[in-house]
């Protein structure tokens, strides 16, 4: 089974999603902006969300983990839980 790790950012808008991504863009610590601005309890460990497996989080979430590259930013996300930032740290496929 192929696995992934990631870590995310979830916040309530677009507007601010892509204000983090920028942010990160132009060399912002992204573990740092989890804990400050992610509305996900992962948020208190840097967005790090640990390994899991196809199907285990919602569709779009999945989609992007299991096909962008690792270590890339990807997002805005959105989902029925907001609007993601995701790193995928790790993936074996």
Do not use: N, W
Not at 15 to 28: F, H, P, V, Y
Not at 40 to 52: E, I, K, T, W
């Amino acid at each position: 089974m192929t696995t992934a790790s990631a870590r995310h950012i979830l916040v309530a808008d677009e507007d601010t999603c892509k204000d983090l991504k920028s942010q990160i863009e132009k060399g912002a610590d992204f573990g740092e902006l989890a804990q400050k601005h992610s509305q996900c309890p992962s948020g208190q460990r840097g967005g790090d969300l640990g390994a899991f497996g196809r199907g285990q989080m919602v569709p779009e979430f999945d989609q992007v983990v299991f096909s962008a590259d690792v270590g890339a930013v990807q997002g805005p996300v959105k989902t029925q839980f907001g609007y993601h930032l995701i790193e995928v740290t790790q993936r074996d496929d």
